[in-house]
Nanobody, 124 residues
């Protein structure tokens, strides 16, 4: 199984930067994609950015050009570099991982696991 732990949230003024990290442990080689989501009170959870096994990245329109998702060489940590932060970026940010677990009988079972979330607050 895979476990995820986020870090790096905090308070920042508009225009500032933060870098979130999502560290994975367990069956890392079974992961096919890693994603960052965010949710603020009264709003639905939003997919912010994703990175696939082959390195392909996608971003929500609201963060394009400001946020960058990347991973370290051993693919244990996925980062979300956030620049030019705005008050509307305030939310709890959570990372997840999706992949396939191969059972003893050779059949795959898809899984999706989440980290605990980290608060990002952008305000004066």
């Amino acid at each position: 199984q895979v476990q995820l732990v986020e870090s790096g949230g905090g308070f920042v003024q508009p225009g500032g930067s933060l870098r979130l990290a999502c560290s994975a442990s367990g069956s890392i080689n079974s992961i096919n994609s890693r994603e960052w989501y965010r949710q603020s009170p009264g709003r639905e959870r939003e997919l912010v950015a994703s990175i696939r096994r082959d390195g392909t990245t996608t971003y929500a329109e609201s963060v394009k050009g400001r946020f960058t998702i990347s991973e370290n060489d051993d693919k244990i940590i996925v980062y979300l570099q956030m620049r030019n932060l705005r008050p509307e970026d305030t939310a709890v940010y959570s990372c997840n991982a999706e992949g396939l677990h191969w059972n003893d009988d050779g059949t795959p079972t898809a899984y999706r696991v989440w980290g605990q979330g980290t608060q990002v607050t952008v305000s004066r």
